[in-house]
């Protein structure tokens, strides 16, 4: 049974940061590409970091120089850090993995009061 599970949201206030975690279970974690995604209230899911099986990350232009995707095989956790966190990157943040088919977290919420 596939598991991926979050950690590391939470409420705090603009310009502040936040790491987020996602551990996953049943697959075989090295060999799968890993990414983030988030969903605001009202709006659609959106992809906000990917990291692939070599490690190299990908962005999404908004968060761009402030967020950080890494990966840790052998600990089978996928990593996101949040810098600078602005009140448009409120949402919950969701961790994917895509290793034959697609799974995903249940999600963390992440509020940024300005």
């Known amino acids: 049974q596939v598991q991926l599970v979050e950690s590391g949201g939470g409420l705090v206030q603009a310009g502040e940061s936040l790491r987020l975690s996602c551990t996953a279970s049943?697959?075989?974690?090295?060999?799968?590409?890993m990414s983030w995604y988030r969903q605001a209230p009202g709006k659609q899911r959106e992809l906000v970091a990917s990291?692939?099986?070599?490690?190299?990350?990908n962005y999404a232009d908004s968060v761009k120089g402030r967020f950080t995707i890494s990966r840790d095989n052998a600990k089978n956790t996928v990593y996101l850090q949040m810098n600078s966190l602005k009140p448009e990157d409120t949402a919950v943040y969701y961790c994917?993995?895509?290793?034959?088919?697609?799974?995903w977290g249940q999600g963390t919420q992440v509020t940024v009061s300005s």
């Open positions: 994917n993995a895509d290793y034959v088919q697609v799974y």
């Open positions: 990291i692939n099986i070599g490690g190299r990350p």
């Open positions: 049943g697959i075989i974690f090295s060999l799968s590409p």
